[in-house]
């Protein structure tokens, strides 16, 4: 789909699909970062770790830069098709504590999977995510941005 | 005993051991707690969604006053089964603990 806040660069958007996410075998062994990149690596991902840039730093910037060492781009940085599929995921931060990341689905609305629980389209309110930015996140305050995650981004 | 203090969506969450001094403590807690009429609610998506270990076999969750595990619920208002795992966080996940406590102290 045409990414309607920048000129000229596509994405591709996946079926909500919780129960691939949610039998005992995936649930506790993926996370966020799993979820929002739609890879189940049975790592409990970290961004950077597969590159050698993981950070401890719960912080927009170091968790960021840890993404991006994987292969994300900011938002607007077109990717080409071959990347297809080309996700669109958002980063927030508990600062100082912990970081999470959503996944934009078919539909309209935001996929995510906090932590070892299930997968799921809703927040803290119970209410459908249909914006990142805006959906109730409890500590989850600071909202660092959008990034595309093309094939090539390897996580683990 | 392992227990879990269910709290990260990215990072994973702090995991150790009780010695079995430590475990009877959590178990005599729990013989002392009523059962519930009403099922445990479910905690949030973000943010701290209790304590989980298995205990006798049986895996259980301490969270918001309401100590649940395979269909059954205790309840506990005085959340002293959270308090008393609070206490028995091991010092390297001691940052967690004030954190943790203050999310009891406003009732989450």
């Known amino acids: 789909m045409r990414d309607e806040r920048c000129e000229n660069c596509e994405y591709e958007v996946s079926q909500f699909n919780p129960d691939f996410w949610n039998v005992p075998a ?28 993981q950070t401890s730093t719960m912080g927009c910037g170091p968790v960021t830069a840890a993404a991006m060492a994987d292969g994300l781009m900011h938002r607007c940085d077109c990717l080409p098709v071959e990347e297809w599929p080309r996700r669109l995921m ?45 959906c109730a996140r409890g500590g989850y305050t600071d909202f660092c941005g959008y990034f595309y995650a093309g094939r090539s981004v390897v996580i683990n | 005993m392992l227990v879990e203090l269910d709290v990260f969506s990215g990072r994973a ?39 989980r270990y298995t205990l006798d076999g049986v895996p259980w969750r301490a969270w918001n006053g309401t100590v649940a595990g395979r269909g059954r619920g205790l309840d506990d208002p005085g959340r002293t089964v959270e308090r008393l795992l609070i206490e028995l966080v091991p010092p390297e996940y001691a940052d967690l603990r004030e954190r943790i406590a203050w999310e009891l102290d406003r009732g989450s």
């Open chain 1, 26 to 53: 995936v649930r506790p062994h993926n996370n966020c970062y799993n979820y929002a990149r739609n890879w189940r690596t049975d790592t409990f991902a970290q961004p950077g770790r597969a590159h050698g840039a």
């Open chain 1, 90 to 134: 958002a980063l927030v931060v508990d600062p100082g504590w912990d970081y999470h990341w959503y996944r934009h689905q078919r539909g309209g609305f935001w996929g995510h999977k906090p932590g070892p629980t299930a997968a799921r389209n809703t927040d803290n309110s119970n209410a459908v995510i249909t914006d990142p930015e805006t």
């Open chain 2, 13 to 51: 969450n702090p995991r150790w051991r009780l010695d079995a001094d430590q475990e009877q403590r959590v178990r005599a807690l729990q013989r002392e707690l009523p059962e519930r009429e009403d099922p445990a609610a479910e905690p949030p998506g973000l943010g701290y969604r209790g304590f």
